[in-house]
């Protein structure tokens, strides 16, 4: 019983020790070992797209007051913002709210408040200022934006991934030189990151002419977990 009772001890311990070295270096499948490490990359673009939010609001006695003048004051936004180089394509309705305003006893109804907004793409970051000055101008009273984005995001991602990936390669073989082994081909690999932008640096604007709008630099991160063979 005792014999069984020792048997049964060392076979945990071994699987306690089997278990943690496991988690530095394992068998695939195959019989190879492998390590798995991850990996960091950056990639950098200057935006040349700006996305705004313009939108106005009104009040009115009525809900037909209030919905009507904030219809006309959007339709003026939306004339302006075309006027100015932007295609009906990239204008696009975003919200659309009516809601009673109440008196001091919250119950009373004392008039109505409408509002209205749509997005708008500029393509040229060059142009951002002139379009946001025509929109203001126009009555656009809420302002949301710019967010400054790269039509190239996707490469840029794509790029942002390779560096990663040659970040975890570099950190595999560094392993593997240590341990006097030598690192053979991808046994798996997967992403832990999106490809949303970060801002960086901002660069001067060239248009005095209009509200300034610098681009800037945009960093994209990426994130990778590759696990090599060793052999």
Same mark, same amino acid.
């Given at each position: 019983?005792?014999?069984?009772a020792?048997?049964?001890?060392?076979?945990?311990?071994?699987?306690?020790?089997?278990?943690?070295?496991g988690?530095?270096?394992?068998?695939?499948?195959?019989?190879?070992?492998?390590?798995?490490?991850?990996?960091?990359?950056?990639?950098?673009?200057?935006?040349?797209?700006?996305?705004? +939010?313009? /939108?106005?609001? !009104?009040?009115?006695k &009525?809900? /037909?007051?209030?919905? $009507?003048? $904030?219809?006309? %004051?959007? *339709?003026?936004?939306?004339?302006?913002?075309?006027?100015? /180089?932007?295609?009906?394509?990239?204008?696009?309705?975003?919200?659309? *709210? #009516?809601?009673p305003?109440?008196?001091? !006893?919250g119950?009373?109804?004392?008039?109505?408040?409408a509002? !209205?907004?749509?997005?708008?793409?500029?393509h040229?970051?060059?142009?951002?200022?002139?379009? #946001?000055?025509?929109?203001?101008?126009?009555?656009? !009273?809420?302002?949301?934006?710019?967010?400054?984005?790269?039509?190239?995001?996707h490469?840029?991602?794509?790029?942002? #991934?390779? +560096?990663?990936?040659?970040?975890?390669?570099?950190?595999?073989?560094a392993?593997?030189?240590? *341990?006097?082994r030598?690192?053979g $081909?991808v046994?798996?690999a997967s992403?832990q *990151? +999106?490809?949303?932008?970060? %801002?960086?640096?901002?660069?001067?604007?060239?248009?005095? &002419?209009? $509200?300034?709008?610098?681009? /800037?630099?945009?960093?994209?991160?990426?994130?990778?977990?590759?696990?090599?063979?060793?052999?």
């Amino acid at each position: 019983m005792k014999s069984a009772a020792t048997s049964l001890i060392v076979l945990v311990i071994a699987l306690a020790i089997g278990f943690a070295a496991g988690r530095m270096e394992h068998r695939g499948s195959s019989g190879a070992r492998t390590v798995t490490v991850s990996g960091d990359g950056t990639a950098t673009a200057v935006p040349d797209e700006a996305d705004f +939010s313009f /939108g106005v609001s !009104n009040q009115g006695k &009525s809900a /037909g007051e209030a919905s $009507t003048a $904030t219809s006309e %004051a959007i *339709s003026r936004i939306i004339a302006a913002v075309k006027n100015a /180089g932007v295609a009906e394509a990239d204008i696009q309705t975003a919200q659309i *709210s #009516l809601y009673p305003n109440t008196g001091p !006893n919250g119950s009373t109804v004392t008039g109505y408040t409408a509002s !209205n907004s749509v997005s708008v793409k500029v393509h040229a970051i060059a142009d951002a200022g002139t379009v #946001l000055d025509a929109a203001t101008g126009a009555g656009a !009273n809420q302002v949301s934006g710019p967010t400054l984005v790269s039509s190239k995001q996707h490469q840029v991602y794509a790029d942002a #991934l390779a +560096s990663a990936y040659a970040d975890a390669k570099a950190r595999a073989q560094a392993i593997a030189d240590a *341990s006097g082994r030598s690192l053979g $081909t991808v046994r798996a690999a997967s992403e832990q *990151s +999106s490809p949303g932008p970060i %801002a960086m640096s901002a660069a001067k604007s060239s248009d005095a &002419s209009a $509200t300034p709008v610098e681009p /800037g630099t945009l960093s994209v991160d990426a994130q990778v977990t590759v696990t090599f063979d060793l052999h």
